[in-house]
């Protein structure tokens, strides 16, 4: 298994600001994803991010809204910009096990945007 | 478009008893079905999973039954425990996609 953290844990931002969150994995793996989770409701992928190429954003999801780097095999950034209400959510991000489909979650993030 | 389906929404369930969650899915080319279990302010945590190439996978307690006929799959909690108690989601995903697609979610809530 792999084990996740992620910085900060919980952040309340005023609306209009930006939020970076680290992902940080402790063995090297290809793929990353992260979801969000609105409060009481299921994850939705926002976008899957591989070391070397651009991350692939799911429908509803674009770049400009939420910015992701990969600058390795055990790190990872997710960035919400330009935040509203409607933004507060938990941040999570996976890695996928080493050959096999298995998905490791971090502990989230808790976004409040006031 | 919603490809997995779950309930009930939430469960309450005796002590001892055993709890079933369902999930139907609707993609016949997810290959891949795990069960996660979260508790509140923590990630979700790998349970248990499948593939369609098996029709039930017990592990401890936890057993899932898969019909790939009916496209359906559940989770069984046997001897359900108050420390059961959290959010189970069901899940699936495509062999070379990887990315999971969630169910809903259900509360499970064991009495003691």
Known sequence: ?????????????????????????????????????????????????NQGSEA????????????????????STLTVSNMSPEDSSIYLCSVE??????????PGTRLTVL | QQQVKQSPQSLIVQKGGISIINCAY?????????????????????????????????EGR?????????????LHIMDSQPGDSATYFCAASLGGRRALTFGSGTRLQVQP
Do not use: H
Not at chain 1, 56 to 75: A, C, Q, W
Not at chain 1, 97 to 106: A, E, P, W
């Open chain 1, 1 to 49: 298994s792999a084990v996740i953290s992620q910085k900060p844990s919980r952040d309340i931002c005023q609306r209009g600001t930006s939020l970076t969150i680290q992902c940080q994995v402790d063995s090297q793996v290809t793929m990353m994803f992260w979801y969000r989770q609105q409060p009481g409701q299921s994850l939705t992928l926002i976008a899957t991010a």
């Open chain 1, 56 to 75: 692939t954003y799911e429908s509803g999801f674009v770049i400009d809204k939420f910015p992701i780097s990969r600058p390795n095999l055990t790190f």
């Open chain 1, 97 to 106: 096990g080493s050959g096999s489909n298995t998905q490791y979650f971090g």
């Open chain 2, 26 to 58: 609707e993609n016949t080319a997810f290959d891949y079905f795990p069960w996660y279990q979260q508790f509140p302010g923590k990630g979700p945590a790998l349970l248990i999973a499948i593939r369609p190439d098996v029709s039930e996978k017990k």
């Open chain 2, 62 to 74: 936890f057993t899932i039954s898969f019909n790939k006929s009916a496209k359906q799959f559940s």
